[in-house]
Every structure is written in C-alpha cells, then in structure tokens.
C-alpha cells in the first residue's frame, strides 16, 4: 500500500509538480521584488501591465474556450486601475459537466502557459541563434538515475543569457524588442491568490481521476514506462519554464540595485 501511495505521489508531482512551482517562485519573486523596490513598484506595474497583462488575461480566455466555460465578461488591460486589478476574466460553466470543472484547474494557470508561450515565440523570432543554441543544449540534457539534472538545466539558462549581449551586437533593435516583451511578460506571468483559489476548487476531482489512473497502470508492466516518459517530459517543461524564472529574476537583480541605490541616497 506504500508503494502505491509513492507512485500516486510520483503522478501529481509529475503531473503538476512543474507548473505550481513556476507560478510560486515567480509569485515570490515579484512579491521580493515589490519588498525591494518599495512605492515605485506601481509604477512599474502600471508600465509592465500594458505588455504583460493581456498575455496574463489571454491565458485564462484560452484555457476558457478549451475546457467549455463561456466568457461572461473580460478586459485585457485597464491602464488606470482603482483596485490594482488591471485586467479579468469572468467565466461560466456547468457544474455537471466533469470537463468543465476539471478546466478550473488549468484556467487557473493560463498565465504560466501563455506566458510562456509568448516567451518562446519571441526568442524564436528575435533570438533565433540563442533559442536553437539553447534547444539543441536542453535536448541533450538527460536524465541519469531517475534524477532531474537541475544545474545543467540552470547551465543551459545562464549559457542563453550570456549571448544575449552578442545578439544585441548582430541587430540591437530586434534585441531590445525582445527583452522589451519578455521582461514586462515575466513580471506578470505570476498567478494570483485568486488564480490559485480558483486552481484549488478543481483539485479534488482532478486528484480523484489521477487516484483512477494510479490505479489503471499502478498493477500493469506499464508504471515503470509511464513515469519514464513524465520525468523526460518534467525535464523539457523544466528546461522552458527555466527560462521564464531566470527572466523574473531579471527583475529581482534590478530590485536589489535600485534597493542599494536608495541606500547609498539615504546615507548621504
């Protein structure tokens, strides 16, 4: 009974493991980053938000229309917001419909996915040379022991940033486009508390459909495959949303100079 217990422990972390630790970390770095910068924050949220926000918004309306739910009402961006909301999605669906209430757990993480998606695109289209260097490199990443190599992941994500400074020498103005849309991205890319409330009000049916699956493959030659191909998939995840969290701590590096600078002002 333990060890089936394990390997329905080993299903939800391989199944959600990736996704609910990008949005915390990239929660508690832009929380860091707020702590850090203290009231100018707004500002840059309110700068970032004209980029960031409808990538964020979008998340939700995708995963909306893919899990059956109706858009009862959305706005993208509000550039002046009185209650630090700047923008929503509302939504419908039937409660009898399994489907439905499963997609509460997705469209709770839309940001992550389209977030990530609008990351990728645009390194593909302004970095070319740095994505296919850095997909060629997570490719190659294996995993040896039943282990997820952590820090070659890592090592892939600080090789693409080292040529970051290259491509802006080959073509400074498709450079600057890029980090001018990555970076507001990935400060909002964060999930919620409602995000993650409204995630955690499908979790007990999508824990009961893994329990079923536990049990289909758990008693079959099939378990020892099937959690093979959820590392190698965890891995490839991994080596994306590493990008998004080194991107995040773009700005926790320029919160802690701008931290240091008010320091050194207010010693003097």
């Keep these: ?18 996704f609910f630790a990008c949005g915390l970390i990239a929660y508690m770095i832009s929380r860091m980053f707020v702590r850090l910068v203290g009231h100018g924050s707004g500002a840059v949220f309110d700068v970032t938000a004209a980029v960031g926000t409808p990538v964020h918004e979008l998340g939700h309306a995708v995963m909306c229309k893919l899990f059956g739910h109706k858009i009862t009402r959305m706005q993208l961006w509000n550039p002046r917001p009185t209650n630090g909301v700047y923008g929503f999605v509302e939504h419908s669906y039937s409660r009898r419909n399994l ?39 997570s490719s190659s990443v294996a995993i040896v022991g039943g282990e997820i190599p952590f820090h070659e992941v890592a090592e892939g994500v600080l090789m693409l940033f080292a040529g970051i400074p ?20 990935s400060l909002h890319i964060t999930l919620s508390p409602q995000d993650v409330k409204n995630s955690m009000n499908a979790l007990p049916l999508y824990l ?3 329990g079923i699956l536990a049990c ?17 998939l965890n891995l490839r995840l991994l080596s994306l949303f590493a990008l998004v969290i080194g991107f995040s701590m773009v700005w926790l590096a320029i919160a802690a100079v701008v931290r240091f600078l008010k320091l050194v002002v207010k010693w003097f």
Excluded: H, Q
């Design 99 to 137: 489907w439905a209430r499963l997609g509460n757990l997705f469209i709770g993480m839309g940001p992550l996915f389209s977030g990530l998606g609008v990351i990728v695109l645009v390194l593909w289209l302004c970095y070319p040379e740095l994505w296919s260097g850095y997909l060629a490199y």
């Design 208 to 210: 009961f459909l893994l």
């Design 166 to 185: 290259e491509a802006f020498r080959v073509d400074w103005l498709k450079s600057l486009l890029g980090l001018l849309i990555i970076l507001p991205v």
């Design 1 to 18: 009974m333990l060890d089936f217990f394990v390997y329905y422990l080993m299903l939800l972390v391989g199944t959600l493991g990736v």
């Design 216 to 232: 289909a493959t758990y008693w079959t030659p099939a378990a020892a495959p099937f959690l093979s191909i959820l590392l190698v």
